[in-house]
C-alpha cells in the first residue's frame, strides 16, 4: 500500500502524523470545555429568570422573552466556538487570512463541508476532530434544548395560572372589602370611580396587603409539597 501511494505522488507522506491528531483532540476537549461551561451559565440564567416571573407574576408572553435570549445565547456559543478554531487556524498558518479560516472552521465545525478551501496535506486530520467537536457541542446543546422547551412549557402554564388566580383573588378581596360583587375584568377604574381619591387609594393599598397575603401562603404551601415529595 505505502509503495502505491509512492508510485502515486513521492512527496505524499504515507505516515499518520500523530502530533496532528494530538493537537487535536486537545482542541476538541478545550472546545467541548467551553461549550459546557457557556452552556451551564446559559441555563443558569433561564432558571434564574423564570423565578423571577414567577415571584413577581408576570404575563406569561413576558416568558417568551428570556426564552428568545436562551436560544440567542446557544446561537453565540457555537459562533465563539467556530471562532477559537478559526483563529487557531489563522495563528498556526494553515489558513491564510482570518476570513477563510473563520469560513472554514464554521462550514467543519458544522458538518456542511462545502467550500473551495481544504487544509494543508500533513494537517488533512484536523478537519474531522473539528467536525466531531461539532456534533459532541451540538448534541449537547440539542439535549438540553429540550430540557428547556419542557420547561418553558411548564412555566407558561405557571404564569397563567398564577394571573388567573391573581384575578379571582382581586374580585373576592375587592367583594370583601367594598361589601359589593363588582366585574374587575374589564377596568379597574371603572369599579373605583365613585369611590373619593382617598378611598381609592386605601382601597388598593388594602387589596395589595390581601393579595401578598394569599400569595404567601400559596408560596408556603408549595414549598411544603415540594418538601414532602422530597
Not at 101 to 129: C, D, K, V
Not at 167 to 190: D, I, S, W, Y
Request: overall charge neutral; charged content about 25%.
Amino acid at each position: 500500500m505505502f509503495a502505491l501511494l509512492k508510485m502515486v505522488d513521492p512527496e505524499i507522506p504515507v505516515k499518520v502524523p500523530i502530533e496532528v491528531l494530538g493537537f487535536g483532540s486537545v482542541m476538541l476537549v478545550i472546545i467541548v470545555l467551553i461549550h459546557g461551561a457557556g452552556l451551564d451559565r446559559i441555563i443558569d440564567r433561564y432558571k434564574r429568570r423564570s423565578e423571577v416571573l414567577r415571584r413577581r407574576s408576570w404575563h406569561p408572553y413576558l416568558a417568551t422573552s428570556i426564552f428568545a435570549v436562551t436560544i440567542l445565547l446557544m446561537l453565540f456559543l457555537h459562533v465563539f466556538e467556530f471562532c477559537v478554531w478559526g483563529l487557531v487556524l489563522r495563528a498556526t498558518g494553515l489558513i491564510g487570512n482570518i476570513r477563510d479560516s473563520m469560513y472554514f472552521s464554521a462550514n467543519t465545525y458544522t458538518t456542511i463541508g462545502y467550500g473551495l478551501m481544504i487544509l494543508p496535506y500533513n494537517w488533512r486530520e484536523l478537519s474531522p476532530l473539528m467536525a466531531i467537536s461539532g456534533l459532541f457541542t451540538f448534541a449537547w446543546t440539542t439535549g438540553e434544548l429540550f430540557s428547556i422547551v419542557e420547561s418553558q412549557r411548564q412555566l407558561v402554564e405557571d404564569l397563567a395560572l398564577q394571573r388567573k388566580n391573581k384575578k379571582t383573588a382581586m374580585k373576592r378581596v375587592f367583594t370583601q372589602v367594598t361589601g359589593q360583587a363588582h366585574p374587575l375584568e374589564n377596568h379597574e377604574e371603572q369599579a373605583e370611580a365613585d369611590l373619593t381619591r382617598e378611598q381609592r387609594r386605601a382601597l388598593r393599598e388594602e387589596i395589595e396587603t390581601k393579595l401578598k397575603q394569599l400569595h404567601d401562603a400559596e408560596r408556603a404551601e408549595v414549598e411544603a409539597l415540594r418538601r414532602h415529595e422530597s
